[in-house]
């Protein structure tokens, strides 16, 4: 299992940066759109549809979401300039953060709180549009942040927020396997501990660190780095507990097949739906 998970990751990693930076912005919403698609495909059982009309008629409603978004907001022109982001987005991106406060609530609260939302496929399907939807609309907020003047700047912001998740997937994993002795949410995902998670924060620091001295920060720039770091670890673990309350209650062990050693695509970028919105707020906010 261990050697499928890294061989896919070998081959799904180099992919994911060549697209981030290489695809121009249009073809990367493109591929970003289809990727939502593939996860709104997942995200049908986790209703409860078996039957692939209706899972297919869940993945149309995203891409019309996403279309329209993509149609009153044109990628290339979410930004104002270079530190002004629209403020219709900035109102969309808040909704995300509150739906994930209520998220935070509902997974802590599990199973608890779970017999409303478990018996209405609509509030189920509600749920699969507030994390998959504003998913695309973050990744092309930060993808094209200074796009005209710097293509490259986005995908660098990209890419800290994929080591920050990543950086944290991996610490948690091996620290977890290594001490891991006090589960941290057994009702919901009896194999993640605390000791896993507090390993994928330190880790995920102690990488930032390491780059920012390479890259010669001053100390505010390590502090706000810091601080958000620790603020995108932690949330990428409600990310990934989210699915896995969901998964349970639909009893099923990961959202797809198509990544060997990985499950779904959901299994795959979980994390990064809980982190990308309020990554992408912060940076709207308050810079970098």
């Not at 099923?252 to 982190?275: F, Q, Y």
Request: with cysteine.
């Amino acid at each position: 299992m261990l050697k499928q998970r890294i061989l896919t990751a070998l081959i799904l990693a180099p992919a994911a940066i060549l697209a981030i930076f290489y695809l121009p912005l249009p073809y990367f919403a493109g591929m970003l759109l289809a990727v939502m698609a593939i996860g709104a495909w997942e995200w049908g059982p986790l209703m409860g549809f078996a039957n692939k009309r209706r899972r297919l008629a869940f993945v149309a409603t995203n891409i019309l979401l996403i279309g329209a978004l993509w149609f009153y907001f044109p990628p290339g022109q979410l930004w104002l300039d270079n530190v002004t982001l629209n403020q219709s987005i900035i109102y969309l991106l808040w909704l995300s953060v509150a739906w994930w406060l209520l998220s935070a609530i509902l997974t802590f609260a599990y199973p608890k709180c779970s017999k409303f939302w478990s018996a209405h496929r609509s509030v189920r399907g509600i749920f699969g549009w507030l994390t998959l939807v504003p998913t695309w609309l973050a990744f092309i907020v930060i993808r094209g942040n200074e796009y005209q003047t710097d293509p490259y700047h986005g995908a660098q912001l990209l890419m800290a927020l994929f080591i920050m998740v990543w950086s944290a997937d991996v610490g948690a994993y091996f620290v977890g396997k290594a001490i891991g002795k006090h589960k941290l949410m057994p009702n919901v995902s009896p194999g993640k501990t605390l000791e896993g998670f507090l390993g994928g924060v330190v880790f995920a620091c102690i990488l930032v660190l390491v780059s920012g001295y390479l890259l010669q920060w001053n100390s505010s720039q390590f502090s706000l780095a810091i601080t958000v770091t620790v603020i995108i670890t932690t949330i990428s673990v409600l990310g990934d507990l989210n699915e896995s309350m969901f998964k349970r209650q639909a009893g099923v062990k990961d959202s797809g097949t198509i990544l060997p050693g990985h499950g779904g695509i959901l299994d795959r970028i979980d994390s990064l739906t809980a982190t990308a919105p309020i990554f992408a707020l912060c940076y709207a906010l308050i810079g970098w």
